[in-house]
């Protein structure tokens, strides 16, 4: 079976300091992994995604994540937190399964900026 | 090209009632997948449709069912109502590609409350 573990419900950050997200995964098979954002009252917006052309994947809104092969790894990180970053953030796996896609989430990380 | 969209987006119900709950995925995307969010559970995974197809199922009873229709167009449907499935309830679509690395767009929800 594949999940994630996010590891810190809560970060708190500066504007204008670095976004470090974690999320480590455990997967049987090649992962494919998603970097998701939610703001109060929506649905999930996509940042980014591992599909195992390139380990650095860059997103939207200036984020980027690095996948870790060694330390089943898949942190997301901005260099300059922005008061429109406050939101929460989910990490989640999608296996190989032929043409069936089901994600299987993290329990996601609320992010807080501050002035 | 529009998003997906979910009607209604609030919705209460008492126990005991049953809910339908619709869907409509981007234009092109033959596949539609439901998830439900709560405090406690986070995202899980309902079920997923693809051409008309129950494709892939999550671990919920058996109340909870859906249905797609030739227009790609999804249902969702709880019968006998319990205060515990209060939630938020999303849909996502794919284009019902490759799977695993299709990227899923997800509607802003429907927010149930059952009282």
């Known amino acids: 079976a594949q999940s994630v573990t996010q590891l810190g419900s809560h970060v708190s950050v500066s504007e204008g300091a670095l976004v470090l997200l974690r999320c480590n995964y455990s997967?049987?098979?090649?992962?494919?992994l998603f970097w998701y954002v939610q703001y109060p009252n929506q649905g999930l917006q996509l940042l980014l995604k591992?599909?195992?052309?390139?380990?650095l994947v860059k997103g939207i809104n200036g984020f980027e994540a690095e996948f870790k092969k060694s330390e089943t790894s898949f942190h997301l990180t901005k260099p300059s937190a922005h008061m429109s970053d406050a939101a929460e953030y989910f990490c989640?796996?999608?296996?190989?399964?032929?043409?069936?896609?089901?994600?299987?989430f993290g329990t996601g990380t609320r992010l807080q900026v501050t002035l | 090209k529009a998003g997906v969209t979910q009607t209604p987006r609030y919705l209460i119900k008492t126990r005991g009632q049953q809910v339908t709950l619709s869907c409509s995925p981007i234009?092109?995307?033959?596949?539609v997948s439901w998830y439900q969010q709560t405090p406690g559970q986070g995202l899980q995974f309902l079920f997923e449709?693809?051409?008309?197809?129950?494709?892939n199922k999550g671990n919920f009873p058996g109340r909870f069912s859906g249905r797609q229709f030739s227009n790609s167009r999804s249902e969702m449907n709880v019968s006998t109502l319990e205060l515990g499935d209060s939630a938020l309830y999303l849909c996502?679509?794919?284009?019902?590609?490759?799977?695993?690395?299709?990227?899923?767009?997800f509607g802003p929800g429907t927010r149930l409350t059952v009282l």
């Open positions: 996502a679509s794919r284009s019902g590609g490759s799977g695993a690395t299709d990227t899923q767009y």
């Open positions: 997967s049987s098979v090649p992962p494919y």
């Open positions: 591992y599909t195992s052309a390139a380990t």
């Open positions: 989640a796996v999608s296996g190989n399964t032929g043409t069936a896609s089901k994600l299987t």
């Open positions: 234009s092109g995307h033959r596949s």
């Open positions: 449709y693809f051409s008309e197809t129950q494709r």
